[in-house]
């Protein structure tokens, strides 16, 4: 996906192509607001710095980053470098050239043979590309970089590539250290990245100062883009979730999304930030117990997954489990609860109707395009943008023709993505309560079974609230020292 993003110069503002920007700036942040349930943004202040800025962002998710930045910034157009591999179809490169995209030719391109040139003219072109950089910078303008060169699904910052700092160092001394060009490193950190309806938090750094490395510059310009490069990681790893490696993200995963409550009562579910806050926590947590208690974590992990897989073994869900134990009231909110079902079916198989097929299709369209992880969220709202923004509106004209009333036309498009919303809330209720309906009848019929299910979990709170007592009271005692 994209390798960066230059902004559009003030002074081509009025060319056709920020003019097609901005017809699809408005659909593009609705699309966002409907793929999203929450778009944290943290120091809101900082994504609005004016230019010349360049703006650096960890890469996990393709063309959602470059469009989350871009849709939630009111000022100052996007370009696109994307790599050339995407302007070979004439499709897409009739798409990328009308997006403010130019070809940038990498590396790896050109090894595996994807672009039809000689290292030489990939450094011509490139060079190129840096060039115009420079000129838009220069101008005051924006520019966005993904430094670790590639977009993976991972909750991981790589190996950054020197090519931000050397673009910002570079555009620097054309103008001898004047420029006031600041790096804003940007942190994206995704809940579920493929998942409809899951979260994100924008979590922007302080900006780096570029003329700060003025002198390392003059001296060693490699050395300076080396440091300014080291400074900026730090930065994005200080404002991002980076877990070590798949291990530890699953573990950390499966204790957050489980048992975050339990550790954590007073924290805020409905904020990215808190999530954020809480998995950093975790993370640490993790790091302190492998240096000091390493047998406790060993147990911790293995209790966790057994668990997992004996949730899944019997079809059931902690969250089912926790709120299907007997108790007083209960059978008032099974009463309450069935009643809300019976009476919110009719709404719920409305709005299924009316929006299965635009709903449906996405995701159907990004499982048989790719089997890369990253490309999944953004195929998905693309595809939505196209098939609801196609049916909606010829499913209102039917009804137009069908009834002959405005009223009941224009009744009947503001139900569309309402009841559209409430059938994914229904549907995820009803879920919940068959799952708490499956866990009564296995207490019914395979007591034994429920009750080494409970067990299991009581052994994993009792670790985590040792776990937690540890960890605090050597914090807390670090702290005094």
């Not at 192509?17 to 793929?35: D, E, G, I, T």
């Not at 220069?138 to 931000?164: C, D, H, N, W």
């Amino acid at each position: 996906m994209p390798y960066f993003c230059l902004a559009a110069a003030p002074d081509l503002a009025a060319s056709p192509m920020p003019l097609f920007y901005s017809l699809m700036k408005p659909p593009v942040q609705l699309a966002l607001r409907v793929f999203f349930r929450r778009i944290e943004i943290r120091h809101p202040q900082r994504l609005q710095e004016p230019g010349p800025l360049l703006v650096a962002a960890n890469h996990p998710n393709t063309l959602m980053d470059p469009l989350l930045v871009a849709a939630n910034r009111r000022r100052s157009q996007l370009f696109f470098l994307a790599k050339s591999t995407f302007f070979q179809n004439p499709v897409s490169r009739w798409f990328f050239e009308r997006s403010n995209c130019i070809p940038v030719y990498r590396r790896q391109d050109v090894e595996s043979g994807d672009a039809n040139i000689t290292p030489a003219q990939l450094a011509e072109l490139n060079e190129k590309a840096f060039g115009r950089s420079y000129d838009h910078l220069g101008r005051g303008g924006l520019l966005m970089i993904f430094p670790e060169g590639t977009s993976v699904a991972e909750r991981r910052l790589r190996p950054l590539k020197t090519g931000a700092a050397r673009i910002a160092l570079g555009a620097e001394a054309r103008h001898d250290f004047r420029l006031g060009l600041r790096i804003l490193p940007i942190g994206l950190n995704y809940s579920a990245s493929t998942r409809f309806r899951s979260d994100v938090l924008i979590n922007p750094a302080e900006p780096i100062q570029v003329a700060d490395y003025a002198a390392q510059y003059k001296q060693d310009p490699d050395a300076a883009a080396d440091a300014l490069t080291e400074e900026l990681r730090r930065r994005l790893e200080d404002h991002l979730v980076v877990t070590r490696d798949d291990a530890e993200d699953a573990l950390v995963r499966q204790v957050e999304d489980t048992f975050g409550d339990y550790l954590v009562p007073d924290h805020d579910e409905g904020s990215p930030y808190e999530e954020f806050q809480l998995t950093r926590t975790l993370l640490q947590a993790v790091a302190w117990f492998e240096r000091h208690q390493p047998a406790h974590l060993d147990e911790l992990r293995q209790r966790v997954t057994d668990y997992a897989a004996e949730l899944r073994r019997l079809r059931l869900s902690d969250e089912a489990l926790q709120r299907s134990g007997a108790g007083r009231g209960r059978l008032e909110r099974g009463l309450l609860t069935t009643l809300k079902v019976v009476l919110g079916f009719p709404v719920y198989l409305y709005g299924a109707v009316n929006n299965y097929v635009p709903y449906i299709i996405p995701s159907l369209v990004a499982k048989r395009a790719t089997k890369d992880v990253e490309f999944i969220a953004p195929l998905m709202m693309v595809t939505g943008m196209f098939t609801f923004g196609l049916l909606y509106p010829l499913q209102i004209w039917l009804v137009h023709r069908l009834t002959h009333s405005a009223w009941l036309t224009v009744l009947y498009a503001l139900s569309l993505p309402v009841t559209g919303f409430y059938a994914l809330h229904y549907w995820n209720e009803l879920t919940l309560r068959l799952q708490r309906l499956r866990v009564l009848r296995l207490f019914r019929q395979h007591q034994g079974t429920a009750e080494a299910v409970l067990r299991q979990r009581a052994t994993i709170l009792r670790l985590l609230g040792e776990a937690r007592t540890a960890y605090v009271t050597a914090q807390t005692a670090g702290s005094a020292n």
